[in-house]
């Protein structure tokens, strides 16, 4: 395994377990050093994690002129009410569920991929694979399936564990939907 690989491994072991702030927010910024996403971390980490929360209990107040349908006025309607509930809730286990599944299904939605009989199932793996994403980009989609997913992360941290993962995944999700508007 070559130095680069380790560092990132190392750094996603310590994003995934450990209860120590300062290593917890560390390897967070080591792994965003790794796709130019630091800075952005670093400064909406100052923002704190209700505002940034923010930007998905947002998608409550879209309007009927903001869609392209009424189908896509009453989804995101919806998904801006489950976001605000999770939140209110602290189930951010469900929040990054969300915002994963949203993001995924939008790439899928994107890159036509129903369309396209090579794929069984969709998932991260499957989009790295076939060249669909550029690495930063898989490494965000990992990020933001670990979150969701993985049963070795675990929410039930301090608070402000709680709320460097929060900003984590905006800031995974921001940037993913930037370049999915860019492509």
Same mark, same amino acid.
């Given at each position: 395994?070559?130095?680069?690989?380790? &560092?990132?491994? %190392?750094?996603?072991?310590?994003?995934i377990?450990?209860?120590?702030?300062?290593?917890?927010?560390?390897?967070?910024?080591? /792994?965003?050093?790794?796709?130019?996403?630091? %800075?952005? $971390?670093?400064?909406?980490?100052?923002?704190? %994690?209700?505002?940034?929360? &923010?930007?998905?209990?947002?998608?409550?107040?879209?309007?009927?002129?903001d869609c392209?349908?009424?189908? &896509?006025?009453?989804?995101?309607?919806?998904v801006?009410?489950?976001?605000?509930?999770y939140?209110?809730?602290?189930?951010?286990?469900?929040?990054?569920d969300?915002? $994963?599944?949203?993001?995924?299904?939008?790439?899928?939605?994107?890159?036509?991929?129903?369309?396209?009989?090579?794929?069984?199932?969709y998932?991260?793996?499957?989009?790295?694979?076939?060249?669909?994403?550029?690495?930063? /980009?898989?490494l965000?989609?990992?990020?933001? &399936?670990?979150?969701?997913?993985?049963?070795?992360?675990?929410?039930?941290?301090?608070?402000?564990?709680?709320?460097? %993962?929060?900003?984590?995944?905006?800031?995974c999700?921001?940037?993913?939907?930037?370049?999915l508007?860019?492509?």
């Amino acid at each position: 395994m070559n130095k680069k690989v380790k &560092e990132l491994d %190392s750094a996603y072991n310590l994003f995934i377990t450990s209860k120590n702030e300062l290593k917890h927010r560390q390897s967070i910024e080591s /792994i965003f050093a790794k796709i130019g996403l630091k %800075s952005k $971390f670093k400064r909406e980490l100052q923002l704190g %994690s209700e505002q940034v929360i &923010e930007v998905f209990k947002s998608f409550k107040k879209v309007t009927r002129k903001d869609c392209i349908s009424d189908v &896509e006025y009453q989804s995101l309607k919806k998904v801006g009410r489950l976001f605000t509930e999770y939140a209110a809730k602290n189930r951010y286990d469900k929040f990054s569920d969300l915002a $994963f599944s949203l993001v995924l299904q939008n790439t899928i939605d994107l890159l036509g991929l129903q369309k396209k009989s090579n794929f069984k199932e969709y998932t991260i793996t499957d989009l790295y694979e076939k060249k669909l994403l550029p690495n930063g /980009i898989f490494l965000q989609f990992f990020i933001l &399936e670990t979150l969701a997913n993985n049963k070795v992360y675990k929410w039930n941290r301090n608070q402000t564990i709680i709320d460097q %993962s929060l900003v984590c995944l905006t800031v995974c999700f921001e940037d993913i939907y930037d370049f999915l508007n860019q492509s």
